[in-house]
């Protein structure tokens, strides 16, 4: 039974998603700003109770990471979308998202034995864009917004999306051609 609970907590996360899209679109940011937090909240809640208690599962090993990116993706499109960040960061931000669930597609495909291992540096990245997302929507939502910090978040999260994308090429590519038969 305690199996269930990360999943649940996961799919609440998930769920999170249409409620906080529709909340930056209808230009309620300080809610949507509460709701980001609380789904933050719940991916640490679920991966602590995973580890604590055992319940670690294999689709909970694909769920939390899918629901992460489902947040993550869709509040930089709409944020994007309403002018909140550079569009040119919304692209690569995504760009990258879809390079790396396109590869690990391939792989499954190709393996059948793809785990999901993210990388130190695209840990670094996905915090860097919580922390960026959770500023936006915290300084437009709650009236607290200074120009110099989210410069540097807009640069820290561009330098650390090129380079984890550029990881995980390098190093799914990698292991694909240690796959390959020699000619």
């Not at 820290?156 to 590519?173: C, E, H, L, Q």
Request: glycine fraction near 10%; aromatic fraction near 10%; include cysteine.
């Amino acid at each position: 039974m305690i199996q269930a609970v990360p999943n649940l907590i996961t799919l609440g996360r998930l769920i999170a998603v249409p409620i906080l899209v529709w909340l930056i679109l209808d230009g309620r940011l300080d809610v949507a700003f509460w709701v980001f937090v609380g789904a933050g909240v719940s991916d640490a809640v679920d991966g602590f109770i995973a580890k604590r208690f055992h319940a670690e599962t294999v689709i909970g090993g694909f769920l939390d990471p899918l629901a992460d990116k489902a947040l993550l993706v869709c509040a930089y499109l709409t944020l994007g979308y309403t002018g909140h960040l550079p569009i040119w960061l919304v692209i690569l931000v995504v760009f990258r998202d879809v390079l790396i669930v396109g590869g690990a597609i391939l792989y499954q495909t190709l393996t059948n034995d793809l785990k999901a291992e993210p990388l130190k540096v695209s840990k670094v990245n996905t915090f860097a864009q919580i922390v960026l997302a959770g500023w936006v929507l915290g300084a437009v939502g709650l009236g607290f917004e200074v120009t110099a910090v989210s410069r540097i978040l807009v640069l820290a999260v561009a330098a650390t999306t090129a380079v984890s994308g550029a990881a995980y090429v390098w190093t799914w590519g990698c292991r694909a051609m240690m796959m390959e038969d020699p000619p």
